[in-house]
C-alpha cells in the first residue's frame, strides 16, 4: 500500500491532474461562497449587539462586586486552554505584536488569544512531522540526511509563520475595507454631530448606516459606542478604537475627538477637515492604483496578447502565400 502511495504521488502526470483538480475546486467554491453567504450585516451587528449586553452585563456586575472578575466573552475551549497553560505558550510564543493583530483582524478576547497560540504551535509540529514523513516515507529527492532535517526545519519554520501571516492578511483586508467606507462615515458623522446629536447617538445612527458598505467598520464604531456607553473614562474608548482599526485616519479623529472631550474644542470643524483629507487620501490611493495599471499590463500583454495578434494578422498572408505555390 506504501509503495502504491509512494509511486503515484511521485508519478507527474498524477500530480499534475491532482493540482489541476484542486484548482477546478477552489474556483467553483471561490464561485460558489459568495452565492451560499447570508446577510452577514445582520450577523455582524447582531454579534455586536450581543457584545454590548455583555458589557452592560460586566459593568454592572463589576460595580456591585468590585473584588470579583467578569468574564465578557466565551471561554475558550479546554483542551486549547490546557495546553496553552500547561506549556506556558503565552511566555515564548505570545507577543504584543501578535495581540494587536488579532484585535485588528477581528478576533477579540482570550478565546481568540488562546486559539492563536494553540494554532501556533500545532501548526509547526504537523508540519514538521508531515514534511519528515515525506521526505524520508515518500520522496527524499535524493538528498542527504542532513539536507532532509533541514528542509523539515524549514517546514517547521513555516507552520512558525503562517498563523501571523494569516492575521496579517485578515487585518489587511479589514482595514481595505474601513478605509474605503471610512471618509463617507465621516461625512455622516459630521451631519450627526451639526445635526444636535450626542456622539454616542452620532456613532450609533452611522454604524447602522455605513455597514452597507464596510460592515467591519461598523461593527468597530458600534463597539465604540457600547465602550462611550459603560467605560468610566471616555478617553479610552476613543484610543481602543483607534487600535482595533489600525488607521492613521481613525487615529486622527479619534485624536479630535479626545481633545474636544477634554479642552472643549469645535468637533464640527475637526471632523470637516478630516473628512476632507480623507477623501483626498482615498483619491490618491485610487489615482495611485491607475497610474501602475500600465507596468502591470506590459507583461500579459507581451506575453499573450501580441503572439494572438501576430497569428491573426499573419495568418491569412500565409495561407495566400502557400495557396499559390
Aim: glycine share 6%; aromatic share 8%.
Amino acid at each position: 500500500m506504501i509503495s502504491q502511495i509512494a509511486s503515484a504521488v511521485t508519478n507527474p502526470q498524477f500530480m499534475m491532474g491532482l493540482l489541476a483538480a484542486i484548482a477546478a475546486a477552489a474556483t467553483v467554491l471561490t464561485i460558489a461562497i459568495p452565492l451560499t453567504e447570508g446577510n452577514s450585516l445582520q450577523k455582524r451587528m447582531k454579534n455586536v449587539a450581543t457584545e454590548r449586553e455583555k458589557i452592560r452585563a460586566r459593568e454592572r456586575e463589576r460595580l456591585n462586586r468590585q473584588n470579583e472578575k467578569v468574564s465578557l466573552r466565551q471561554e475558550p475551549k479546554a483542551y486549547m486552554r490546557r495546553i496553552v497553560e500547561r506549556f506556558k505558550l503565552g511566555d515564548w510564543l505570545g507577543t504584543e505584536n501578535a495581540k494587536k493583530q488579532l484585535a485588528m483582524a477581528g478576533y477579540r478576547g482570550p478565546q481568540a488569544e488562546i486559539t492563536f497560540l494553540f494554532f501556533r504551535l500545532a501548526v509547526p509540529v504537523g508540519l514538521f512531522l508531515l514534511t519528515l514523513f515525506y521526505v524520508f516515507a515518500i520522496n527524499g529527492f535524493g538528498q542527504p540526511f542532513a539536507v532532509k532535517i533541514a528542509m523539515a526545519i524549514a517546514g517547521a519554520y513555516i507552520g512558525i509563520k503562517a498563523p501571523e501571516v494569516f492575521l496579517t492578511n485578515q487585518a489587511g483586508k479589514r482595514q481595505a475595507s474601513m478605509r474605503q467606507a471610512f471618509p463617507d462615515a465621516l461625512d455622516l458623522l459630521l451631519i450627526c454631530v451639526e445635526a444636535g446629536m450626542s456622539i454616542e447617538h452620532a456613532f450609533r445612527k452611522v454604524s447602522g448606516e455605513i455597514g452597507n458598505q464596510s460592515v467591519p467598520l461598523a461593527e468597530e464604531f458600534a463597539l465604540c459606542t457600547a465602550e462611550l456607553s459603560y467605560l468610566s473614562d471616555r478617553r479610552i474608548a476613543y484610543e481602543n478604537l483607534a487600535l482595533r482599526t489600525g488607521l492613521e485616519s481613525v487615529r486622527s479623529v479619534s485624536t479630535a475627538l479626545i481633545q474636544a472631550e477634554r479642552y472643549g474644542t469645535p468637533l464640527g470643524t475637526a471632523l470637516r477637515t478630516l473628512a476632507q483629507e480623507s477623501r483626498d487620501q482615498r483619491m490618491n490611493a485610487a489615482e495611485k492604483k491607475a497610474a501602475a495599471l500600465p507596468p502591470k499590463l506590459t507583461v500579459p500583454m507581451i506575453l499573450f496578447f501580441l503572439p494572438v495578434l501576430f497569428v491573426i494578422i499573419m495568418t491569412p498572408a500565409l495561407i495566400q502565400v502557400f495557396k499559390w505555390k
